[in-house]
């Protein structure tokens, strides 16, 4: 373990998993580095996740209320990407 919020229940993990393949975007929520936030989505080639685009940043400045609006913006940057491969 990182950091007291990194997942070290398989059980846990797997739903965590779930819930990012549901809503199309990730959130390290001080999971890696207490202080830092990283929200991400993926970036697709031929149904395949090849890569992903992130913003990370300090969890005061990237709060969880800023979580909808990043991870809209990621999604949408993510696609066009995709789209473009």
Sequence with gaps: KATKQTF???HLLKEHL????QQGYAI????TE??????AAPIFYNDNVIAALA????AARLSRKRDRAVSKKLRECSAK???LL
């Design 28 to 31: 390290d929520d001080e999971e």
């Design 34 to 39: 207490v202080g830092l936030r990283c929200v």
């Design 81 to 83: 990407i995709s789209s």
């Design 55 to 58: 913003v990370s940043g300090p």
């Design 18 to 21: 779930n819930v990012i393949r």
């Design 8 to 10: 070290d229940d398989n």
